[in-house]
């Protein structure tokens, strides 16, 4: 299973509510994508990265959301 797949099962889980707490997507690539203006390894934008410790549950699960999307427009198996 590739970075991107775990990262679409666990944006499915956390979207569902089936996942207590809400995680950092983080995995730890950090690398900006500059055709995407996303990280190459969470998919979440600067703006959305530099937010997260600020953020509610409520918020950080509709990054989660986007992430999902956003590796489903990307051809990954997220949606």
Sequence with gaps: MTATSRLATRARLICAGLDGDVPSPCLSVCRMDPARALCDGCFR??????AWGR????????VWQAISERIAKAG???A
């Design 76 to 78: 990954g198996n997220a």
């Design 45 to 50: 934008t600067l703006d959305e990265i530099a």
């Design 55 to 62: 953020m509610r549950d409520e918020a950080k699960r509709e």
